[in-house]
């Protein structure tokens, strides 16, 4: 009986072990010995720490990185903003089946793919787009308006894509609030903002950091949005990944730069948990 | 003096249904007043429109003579205990009681002072610091009013606050909330669906029933004088016949059950006439039980028959008697002096009553 | 594909044609350019030799990266440009060398086979032949944008806003030649080439506030260019061409400095498993039937001798109002890019996107 247990145990690890090892493990393991290795010449390679050297000394890497996490951190800010009021609005104000339908709302930008949300976006927002000639036609601006290619475009989109990934986790937490303390909340003096700061939020935290942390992830290794609604302008760390792996043949260098953008967007969510004292367990258990 | 709280036909309806049909009522300051009524009944509807969470659709509520219907909840000088406590688990206990201080632009050390107060007060002093869920039920329960108490409210709106308490915390807290409610000197409304608790605190009891008020008086006055069939059946246990008057005399009438029994019961000032189809009702412990007839011999309503029943309780034993002649069951106390020990199923009995304990009321269809 | 099973496919496929062909029937996986292997061409090849043709379609810089990570497997047949083959084989060795005598000479444009023969060369082996050559220019909408007639023109106040490039070494170069500089005369000479493409740095930081964007994909180009977003861009030629089928006013234009002339190429990974499909898909396509076939499909024009008899009359059309004699004589020809050189173009790459 127990040898009988114990296998039934092993037989269901092993699916975790052989995920956690083949597909996340042993692949890291390969991307950072790459990103050791130094070109000395045609063909010839050097252990060395060069790769992540030049991330360091090159103003230009560090710099896109940087922007690329504020971006996102921006983008993570502006999608709680947007997500809070509409979770609450789904967990707290209605009931029953317009509940369950608002939040397939919330998912339907999900029954296509990310590019053909993005290409999306581009037909609303491009010159000759939806938004251009509305704006034209009422009379609120004279020419064509360009609305693709900058920052803002990055940002509409990675909000836009992100959403749900707020949404789900500030939902839950919301529900979990019995309205009875909220409305003790009221009941003793509070108005609308102090029961929110004291009670809603506090109660929404562990929803509020993880709902932020996909975000932030999920807009920090994003690829296709910022490259197609930036531009020229959109400069987003995971295109200097890509450029390195793909158009300069440089897997030494794109594997450092990967490397980097693992230790750096971790510590940043460790800091962001210590900053807001929650733990990793608190917020996803 | 002006009452704490006066409601003047207040009414609800809920998309055309009506929860709560012109009540009206006045709580005179320090007492305890309690809404007693099953669940569905428009109880809660009332507080929460005291509360100001519901907006009535008619009708005036007036605390301390003024009227509060154009008063948001935070600014009402009302407080609530809500049913599962609702205490804010985000924050110590501390900051629980001190909430409704802040809100209000008090000093740091003010409340300080104040939130010790009230902990020594409950008879908790020292555990500001404790996390909500560290706290026993009585504590939390003790805390939940401690938590409105420091602000001093005219009326502290109490909802079902012991429901979720198990029966020997609940019989304990029924004492305590008493006293609280007596160190406090504040006026508290009550709702509860069990009658014990409504008896055992209360000044005042309002009996509701379908949205309206059936009666309001002390807990004697619901348990002796009954004025509706409802109050005498939702009060304290009864046996209840249904049957027609055969024949009245004064105040007294008798008369006839479905299953053929001949009763003995009063009127109480209701007008019975003959022929009238009647609910009558008998309270177990009005009806004695003895071994010989000739110990009854006082009663106008005797019955013979056989245990078909014992149900121990201790104190509150009960035996259940099926008359010989096959016309019905009276659910019977059964004294613990030692006389009926020996009391088994099938043992024959007699019992009787007093015709005054036979209240009767017209039937109502139901 | 595990090795089993890619057996057993061929095994099975074996018994299916029953003997019919006298040659072993393959699969012959194609890493191909889009246009490259059109339906009917592939059906006709599958008709006559039995073999099964499996197309991939990518661009330069993914076929390189697809067989550098599989160390040159995964494929049997790849078809990247003649200046990509010689680099990426002395650094990464993803290829391995043609066997010519398999390949039918009569079917080659002379000059073409031996340009490509001489570029491709690594050692003493070949590892190139020619397959469809074009260029990369200008793509004008003349009504808005005819002063525009050399890539730095693209910096011009005249277009500034409605202009498109790619952020990639063909801009790197044009430019540089538009400049009065010689890029591939420096390829050898990592000091000079440096220089030079520090100057292009300058110019394309000076003239990014006029760009619109820097196009990615040839879909997106044409959108730009359609919608009238864009009316002055780098581009390939046939990109024009198409363009110019719905907009007579949009058409491929030859800088002065002159178009940017590539040739694409047919090369055999190292790991390749079908070598005589790969071999027979060659001789097939350059048969001067098929190989106008594909030009039509892909709007280029191949190294097939004769194949020209058989291009439609409008391409033809086309290509020659594009380009005129001197324009042809002017054609720069990418000699093969030495490893290490995408290095020095990617930081100025790195460096024009980062710039404000």
């Avoid at chain 1, 020419?143 to 839950?172: H, Q, R």
Wanted: net charge negative; glycine share 10%; hydrophobic share 45%.
């Amino acid at each position: 009986m127990r040898t009988e247990a114990k296998l039934g145990f092993a037989l269901l690890l092993t699916p975790l072990l052989l995920w956690l090892s083949l597909l996340i493990f042993v692949p890291h393991v390969d991307i950072f010995l790459v990103s050791l290795r130094e070109r000395i010449g045609v063909g010839q390679y050097q252990t060395s720490l060069a790769n992540y050297l030049t991330f360091f000394q090159e103003p230009l890497y560090l710099w896109t990185f940087l922007r690329t996490a504020v971006m996102s951190s921006v983008a993570t800010l502006i999608t709680l903003v947007i997500a809070f009021p509409v979770s609450y609005y789904i967990a707290k104000m209605i009931k029953g089946r317009a509940q369950s339908a608002l939040f397939l709302l919330c998912l339907v930008p999900f029954w296509v793919s990310e590019l053909v949300r993005t290409f999306g976006w581009m037909i609303l927002l491009r010159e000759t787009g939806v938004f251009s000639n509305v704006l034209q036609y009422l009379g609120l601006v004279d020419g064509p308006v360009e609305m693709l290619y900058n920052d803002g475009a990055i940002m509409v989109g990675l909000v836009y894509t992100s959403m749900l990934f707020m949404v789900v986790p500030l939902v839950t937490t919301l529900e979990s609030l019995p309205d009875e303390i909220i409305e003790a909340g009221y009941d003793l003096g509070g108005n609308g903002i102090s029961v929110l700061r004291e009670i809603i939020i506090p109660h929404a935290m562990p929803g509020i950091v993880s709902g932020c942390i996909v975000v932030f992830m999920l807009s920090l290794g994003n690829y296709l949005t910022p490259t197609m609604l930036g531009g020229k302008e959109s400069l987003w760390f995971t295109e200097l990944i890509y450029s390195q792996f793909i158009v300069r043949f440089n897997w030494e260098l794109g594997a450092a730069f990967g490397f980097m953008l693992l230790i750096l967007s971790s510590a940043i969510v460790w800091g962001m948990l210590k900053l807001t004292g929650q733990s990793l367990e608190k917020t996803m258990g | 003096m002006t009452a704490d709280l006066d409601c003047i036909d207040l009414t609800k309806q809920f998309s055309g249904v009506t929860a709560v049909d012109q009540v009206s009522f006045s709580v005179p300051p320090g007492s305890f007043f309690s809404i007693l009524g099953p669940s569905g009944c428009g109880k809660t509807t009332i507080m929460r429109m005291i509360a100001g969470f519901l907006e009535p659709t008619d009708g005036d509520i007036l605390i301390k003579g003024k009227s509060v219907l154009n008063v948001p909840p935070n600014k009402r000088p009302v407080n609530m205990v809500f049913q599962h406590l609702a205490l804010f688990p985000m924050m110590n206990i501390a900051d629980n009681i001190g909430y409704g201080l802040r809100r209000a632009g008090m000093g740091k050390t003010e409340i300080a002072y104040k939130v010790d107060e009230a902990l020594e007060r409950i008879g908790l002093p020292g555990i500001g610091a404790r996390k909500v869920d560290e706290l026993s039920g009585g504590q939390k329960q003790r805390v939940a009013i401690a938590r409105c108490m420091v602000l001093e409210p005219d009326v502290l709106l109490l909802d079902e606050p012991l429901g979720a308490l198990d029966l020997k915390l609940r019989e304990r807290m029924k004492v305590e909330l008493k006293s609280l409610q007596a160190a406090f000197d504040t006026t508290f409304v009550y709702i509860t669906h069990d009658q014990s608790e409504a008896l055992v605190m209360s000044d005042k009891i309002a009996v509701m029933n379908n949205g309206s008020f059936e009666q309001v008086g002390t807990a004697r006055d619901l348990y002796y004088r009954p004025d509706t069939a409802f109050v005498a059946g939702f009060v304290g246990d009864s046996n209840r016949w249904r049957g027609q008057v055969t024949k009245t005399e004064g105040h007294c009438l008798e008369l006839r059950t479905e299953t053929g029994m001949t009763l003995r019961g009063v009127a109480n000032g209701r007008a019975l006439s003959v022929g009238e189809q009647v609910d009558v009702f008998v309270r177990p412990e009005a009806v004695r039980i003895a071994h010989e007839q000739a110990e009854l011999s006082r009663f106008d309503n005797q019955i013979s028959g056989k245990v078909t029943s014992l149900l121990f309780n201790g104190a509150a034993s009960r035996v259940i008697v099926s008359s010989d002649a096959g016309l019905g069951e009276v659910e019977v106390n059964l004294p613990q002096s030692g006389e009926f020990a020996d009391l088994v199923k099938g043992s024959d009995v007699h019992i009787g009553w007093s015709s005054d304990q036979g209240n009767c009321f017209a039937a109502r269809e139901s | 594909m595990t090795k089993q099973s890619l057996a057993l496919s061929t095994a099975v496929s074996v018994v299916l044609i029953g003997g019919v062909s006298a040659a072993n029937a393959d699969t012959l996986r194609l890493l191909t350019w889009g246009g490259y292997a059109p339906e009917e061409v592939v059906a006709k090849f599958e008709a006559e030799t039995g073999h099964t043709v499996q197309v991939t379609k990518s661009n330069n810089e993914e076929m390189i990266a697809k067989l550098r990570a599989t160390g040159g497997g995964g494929f049997d047949l790849a078809q990247p440009s003649q200046d990509r083959i010689a680099g990426p084989q002395e650094e990464f060795g993803i290829y391995k060398p043609m066997d010519m005598s398999k390949i039918n000479m009569d079917l080659f444009i002379p000059s073409m086979m031996e340009a490509t023969k001489g570029n491709t060369t690594v050692g003493a082996d070949v590892y190139g032949v020619p397959h469809v050559w074009g260029t990369s220019g200008l793509v004008l909408d003349t009504a808005n944008a005819a002063m525009v007639k050399d890539y730095t023109d693209l910096c011009s106040d005249d277009v500034a806003g409605k202009v498109s490039y790619r952020l990639k070494r063909p801009t790197l170069i044009g430019f540089a030649f538009s400049m009065g500089l010689d890029p591939f005369a420096a390829y050898g000479d990592e000091a000079a080439y440096t220089e030079i493409m520090s100057q292009v740095e300058a110019k394309l930081i000076e003239c990014k506030p006029g760009v619109k964007t820097y196009w990615g994909g040839g879909d997106e180009l044409m959108g730009l260019l359609r919608s009238g977003e864009v009316v002055a861009s780098m581009a390939w030629d046939t990109g024009g061409w198409k363009l110019n089928e719905d907009n007579a006013d949009i058409t491929f234009v030859a800088p002065a400095a002159g178009a940017l002339g590539w040739v694409d190429t047919f090369v055999l990974p190292a790991k390749g498993k079908a070598d005589d499909a790969a071999y027979a898909w060659i001789n097939f396509v350059m048969q001067p039937e098929i190989a106008a076939m594909i030009t039509e499909a892909a709007g280029n024009f191949t190294a097939s001798q004769g194949a020209d008899e058989f291009a439609a009359a409008d391409l033809k059309a086309k290509y020659q109002a594009s380009f005129p004699q001197e324009a042809i004589d002017n054609i720069k020809w990418y000699p093969p890019v030495p490893a290490g050189l995408e290095a020095i173009e990617g930081g100025v790459l790195d460096r024009v996107k980062a710039a404000n």
